[in-house]
Structures are given as C-alpha cells and as structure tokens.
C-alpha cells in the first residue's frame, strides 16, 4: 500500500524578510511565487482570507506554479467570523464560485479558521458543515476547519467531522487546541511554534519528530504520541496525503523548515 503524498511549504510567499532571508538577491517580486514554488511543494495562501480574488488570478497563480504544486485556500473571514454559522451559504458561495476551480489540480484543501473566542455549539457546526460543498465546476473540493477554543476538544465535535469527511486542522500552537484525531482522507497539520532564531524554524530534533509523525499520517495509521479529543474512536488505516504548513512563529525562517521536513521525509 503506497503511503499518501506529503507536502510542507508556508504561508504565502510576499513577506519583506524574506526578500533577503529566502529569495536569490535581486529577484524581482514578480517573480517570487514562480520562485518559492520551486523550493516547497505548497503553500498556504492567506490573502483568500481577507478579500476576494477574480479568475484570472488564479489562473496566474496556477501558470507560475510547476506541475504537482498545490496552493491551499484559506476561507474568507465573512464566512468563519459570525454569530451563527448555519446562515453562512451566501458567504460559502461567494467563495467557492470566485473562480478557485481555475487552479485545476493545484487546488489543495480550503482551511476554515475560526476565532478563539468561537465556542463549540453541535448543531450550528453541524450545519456550517452541510454548507461546505464537494465539487466547484467539476472540480473536487476539499475542506478542513482549524478550531481555536477548547470546548472543541469533545468526541462530539470528531463525530461531526469525520461525518462530513471533513478534516481537523492539527495546530501545534502555544495557546489553541492540539486536536490529532483523523477525520477525512487527508490531514493538516499547522506548526505555529517555531522561531527566527533556528536557522529551519523548528530545532532539528523537533523536526525529527514531526516528519516521523508525518510520515505515520500518510501511510494511514495514526501517531501515538499526540492529544485526541476523542481517544476512544480510530480513522480507518488508509493511505492520507498530508499537508504541513510552517506558520506564524518563526515566519523569517518558515520556508526553510518545510524545506527541512521534506529532506526528512525523503520528498526533499
């Protein structure tokens, strides 16, 4: 049984640091997406975040990109930061149909962040899930959620997503939820605790650690070594690709540990 596909990358790729830290000496910044993704397999984009972006953005995005590249979506802030989500459809829609589906096969997962102050509520969860479609212009959709208050640690809440096939962002993160049970057919990981002092964001032997658990994720099992909200339930062992992001801490040198894992994980 072949193990899924790993990919590590960052968020974005214009960040001034990076100009010196990361990018060759005079590259002009148009060329710095055609650059970055040559050096990591994916990248977070967070700019989806914040406003909206018209088709043929995305079809530039995906020109500049090689084959097998994937950009990961992060979900408009319109959708995700409101009382009640059930009556987020329009916002869903608005998204979905911006023109994401001109990326093709360089679409990843669309990460849907919600605030630290959202609390778990069963039912209004259980219907923003229902919202989330499988399919834009015959192009498949893949969806995770990235939660940031601990009421969401409850096997209810695993249920939920593993019902809707939708995958439990794993953030390693000083303060948010460490949420690692598998709930979709890939898993996403978010390492938010690195710093500009290590020369690849993570100390080596954090690097170890994580690329061996990486690797348990994409050959279908599940590390033994992380908190689940629900203990008592198991994924399927199938074969997931998995997506790990270097965000937040330690931004100045996040390209270089997803450069780093990948080298640890033989993909590098």
């Not at 149909?97 to 360089?106: C, H, R, S, V, W």
Request: one cysteine or more; hydrophobic letters at 40%; aromatic letters at 12%.
């Amino acid at each position: 049984m072949q193990p899924g596909k790993i990919r590590a990358g960052m968020g974005g790729w214009t960040f001034e640091p990076w100009d010196t830290s990361f990018y060759p000496d005079k590259l002009a910044k148009a060329k710095q997406l055609q650059y970055a993704s040559r050096q990591v397999p994916t990248i977070e984009v967070n700019g989806t975040y914040y406003s909206g972006f018209k088709e043929p953005t995305f079809v530039k995005w995906a020109s500049e990109a090689p084959d097998g590249f994937v950009f990961s979506l992060k979900g408009n802030r319109f959708v995700t930061n409101r009382r009640v989500l059930a009556e987020a459809g329009e916002s869903v829609e608005r998204f979905v149909t911006q023109g994401i589906a001109a990326l093709g096969e360089k679409l990843g997962p669309i990460l849907w962040q919600f605030a630290p102050t959202k609390k778990f509520d069963e039912d209004d969860f259980g219907a923003f899930l229902k919202l989330l479609p499988e399919k834009q212009d015959g192009i498949e959709l893949r969806h995770t959620v990235e939660v940031r208050n601990a009421s969401f640690a409850v096997p209810e809440f695993v249920a939920l997503a593993r019902k809707h096939g939708v995958a439990i962002v794993h953030a390693d993160h000083a303060t948010y939820p460490a949420i690692a049970d598998v709930t979709g057919d890939f898993v996403y990981v978010r390492l938010q605790t690195g710093s500009d002092d290590n020369p690849d964001c993570y100390e080596p032997k954090r690097l170890d650690e994580w690329a061996e658990r990486v690797k348990t994720w994409a050959a279908g099992k599940e590390p033994d070594d992380l908190p689940k909200a629900d203990p008592k339930t198991t994924a399927p062992v199938q074969p997931r690709d998995v997506f790990v992001y270097f965000i937040t801490e330690g931004k100045v040198r996040a390209p270089f540990g997803a450069m780093a894992l990948m080298k640890r994980v033989g993909e590098g």
